[in-house]
């Protein structure tokens, strides 16, 4: 029997709404424990008010949004499809011939929806906003004092404190021991007064100082000085440093490649954001896969009665997502498994778990 378009649009909107009340209770709570949390970070910091807390949290809340999509999901679907089940409309709808795979249809085709919305348009919003929250995370309960800028041009670094800051610009930077190459190097007294200016072919990182290279200082009224080798003192670190790039949740969907590409020209690994623009390419299926999941954990179940094996199954889906989320993703970044692999691997287990478990429970 083929699906009706009356009876597809009905489910679709029952899976809708189901989505959409478990998105909002689940974006409550995240906005309840995140506020707390911040405040619980604010507490002994006089500049940190409670609207400065709030406005943090506000503008996390996108980020997180799309952390708990999937579960929404999830959660929605079940929700959705248990109501169906016990008001006895996927009973009729079963006898009249509909098999799983095609009442399923419209939910999968709104997860497919909602995961390119998300992709395109809502990623975007996200990220501007996760990177406002990290600015004013970096300013009130971070104290960070340096920053650093990746652009075609070559790098910029800055580091800063109460008598003044230092802007270094490199062209490009070995990976391999972290070398500056065809080095500048600013130094400003207090906010903007110039003080030096230090040119060298090379700049290495090394404990409480850059080692310089043929090194020419250039100071304000005085003859510029050449010198073999120079150090010149900061606080930086490498830990520091690479702590000071944009992380991959700042940029939009559609930034992510032109960056990544930057970032590798000017030598340093793009890992972590590879890894995100995969996680996000991967997230429509991964919708996909919770309908199934969904599915699996809702139909037979609630026809025995099972409501507690419903929540503790479902409960069991949304753990192993996030643990084997972690896991892979971990394993990514530290270069154990392909960036490819560690993206989809979590998608397409889940994908090929559910299509099992329904072919196992239904006869299709």
Known sequence: MRLSS??????????????????????????????????????????TGFGVVIEMALLRLPYMAQKIIPFAVLFGGMLCLTRLTRSHELVVARAAGVSVWQFLLPGLALALVI??????????????????????????????????????????????????????????????????????IFVYEGADRFVQRIDADTAKLADG???????????????????????????????????????????????LPGFIETLEAAGFSALRHRLHLHAILALPLLLCAMVLIAATFSLRLTRRGGTGLLLLGGLFAGFLLYFLTDVVRALGISGSIPVVLAAWAPTVVFTLLGLAMLLHLEDG
């Open 6 to 47: 009356t009876l597809s649009t009905y489910i679709a909107r029952q899976f809708l709404a189901g989505i959409a009340i478990v998105f909002v209770v689940l974006i409550g709570l995240v906005l309840l424990i995140d506020s707390v949390e911040l405040l619980r970070r604010a507490a002994g910091r006089e500049e």
């Open 115 to 184: 995961g390119g919305f998300v992709v395109t348009v809502f990623n975007p919003l996200a990220s501007a906003t996760t990177w406002r929250f990290e600015q004013l995370e970096a300013k009130f309960l971070r104290g960070r004092a340096s920053m650093l800028a990746v652009s075609p041009e070559g790098l910029w670094l800055r580091e800063g404190n109460r008598e003044g800051q230092t802007v270094i610009h490199a062209l490009r930077i070995s990976q391999e021991d972290m070398e500056l190459h065809d080095v500048i």
């Open 209 to 255: 100082y850059w080692d310089l290279k043929n090194v020419l200082i250039s100071v304000p009224n005085q003859a510029s000085e050449f010198v073999p080798t120079y150090r010149f003192a900061t606080r930086l670190t490498m830990g520091r440093i690479q702590e000071s790039f944009a992380p991959p949740e700042t940029m939009s969907f559609w930034d």
